[in-house]
């Protein structure tokens, strides 16, 4: 393992505990308690929250990022964050001390909501809902990308030197039935709920049937749409080879995602999927802000490390809940439906971009290449000796060598 990955893995390692130390614990714990109760008041309209809800989304999503900007400072450590001793968090004064720090968060929110409903009137505030809806989008959209992207820095690592690419026939067909067999257990599980195909209905099979034939035709498409790309000259095909699999595969969990919320089939996984939809959205959330606290710190920055960095994930959680909380609000479905509509957009635009993320991996690591393959030092003279010109040379400068001994001596 290199030192890189070393250290990739113990700055991830130490973002972890800091997110789960109790020292910020009141403050993930009120994400996931004011999260749910504004999507239920949002989803019922408890009394006029359909409009106030998405305002007041933003002005807690605005407060801890207040408080990401102050934490550094001592006054700011002092105001956010509960220290514990020795007995843990399983005592009163913690957790007095702990919900106590939740005061300037909510005074902090409370008056950006005041000023928003001063400066702004009804019909503008609810401009607020459409803005967090189209946020959504963009962050399904945002997602895509990313984790596109994630494959083609993997590419990058693992390229080695030119080798040309497999693709169209028993390639494509390979790569097809790969996929077929690694989504079906998936099926199995998510779908028939790990129950015997043969007790579910014949539309049950025959939607899950086609689903496997859909991400086998959507495998065959693909090669075929990144063809040019992937044959070109210079470039290990391998690499790319790994980074279309991967991409492909990565797409097809999430137009799984989506074809596990449809009516037909959220029946028997609507509590999972819910589940799974909160664990989805932390991993987002702490990888988002990992790699603004890698960045922050090649900069100097502190406002992006430590303690920090809970309060900008919480303040991205809180936009991303809000976001879906005002999509379904404004298209009166439920929570699983708009989960879909993300997970459908995630999975389009990573087919969508494929050809560009591997154009991306381009030329291979000519430094890489040069010390995988330079020949050894025996080698190398061996070569130059029979280079035309080169023996030559090498022969006078041997002669002149000696001269050199002589008159040393």
């Known amino acids: 393992m290199s030192a890189a990955s070393v250290n990739d893995a113990s700055e991830a390692g130490s973002l972890l505990r800091v997110f789960s130390s109790p020292s910020t614990l009141p403050h993930l714990l009120s994400l996931g308690a004011f999260s749910g109760f504004l999507y239920v008041a949002m989803k019922i309209d408890l009394f006029g929250s359909e409009i106030q809800g998405s305002i007041i989304f933003l002005s807690l999503s605005f407060s801890y990022f207040f408080a990401a900007l102050i934490s550094p400072s001592r006054i700011g450590k002092w105001i956010f964050t509960i220290r514990y001793g020795d ?14 720090r939740l005061l300037p968060i909510i005074a902090v929110a409370g008056t950006f909501w005041l000023i928003s409903n001063l400066l702004f009137v009804e019909g503008q505030l609810s401009n607020a809902r459409i803005f967090l809806a ?3 989008i963009g962050m399904s959209v945002f997602q895509g990308v990313s984790l596109a992207y994630g494959w083609v820095v993997y590419a990058r690592k693992v390229q ?30 998510f779908g028939y709920g790990a129950d015997n ?34 044959d070109r000259d210079g470039v290990d095909g391998v690499a790319l080879d790994r980074a279309f699999f991967f991409i492909f595969i990565t ?3 999430h137009l799984l995602g989506a074809w596990r919320r449809s009516p037909i089939a959220t029946e028997k996984s609507s509590g999972g999927m819910l589940l799974e939809e909160a664990v989805l959205m932390s991993i987002s959330i702490i990888l988002a802000v990992w790699s603004m606290s890698k960045r922050g710190e090649k900069g100097g920055w502190r406002i992006f490390q430590g303690q920090s960095a809970v309060f900008w994930g919480i303040g991205f959680g809180f936009i991303y809940a809000g976001s879906i909380s005002s999509l379904t609000a404004l298209s009166e479905g439920s929570l699983l439906t708009t989960t879909a509509i993300g997970h459908a957009i995630t999975a389009l635009v990573m087919m969508g971009i494929l050809p560009i993320c591997i154009s991306w991996i381009g030329q291979p ?21 029979h280079l035309p010109g080169v023996g030559k040379l090498t022969q006078e400068r041997t002669i002149i060598d000696d001269d050199e001994v002589e008159l040393l001596d």
């Open 197 to 230: 195909p043969s007790n579910a209905s014949y539309t049950e099979n025959t939607y899950w049937i086609l689903f496997l034939i859909i991400i086998a035709l959507i495998g065959v498409l693909l090669d075929r749409y990144t063809k040019s790309v992937r």
């Open 87 to 100: 007995d843990g968090v399983l005592n009163r004064n913690y957790w007095f001390g702990g919900f106590s």
């Open 134 to 136: 189209l946020l959504f």
């Open 160 to 189: 080695r030197s030119p080798r040309k690419s497999r693709i169209g026939g028993v390639f494509s067909f390979v790569r097809s039935l790969a996929a077929v067999i690694v989504f079906s257990p998936l099926v199995w599980w």
């Open 251 to 253: 797409s097809c969990w």
């Open 365 to 385: 690591d000519v430094e890489k290449i040069g010390v995988v393959n330079r020949p050894q030092p025996a080698e190398e003279e061996s070569v130059l000796k």
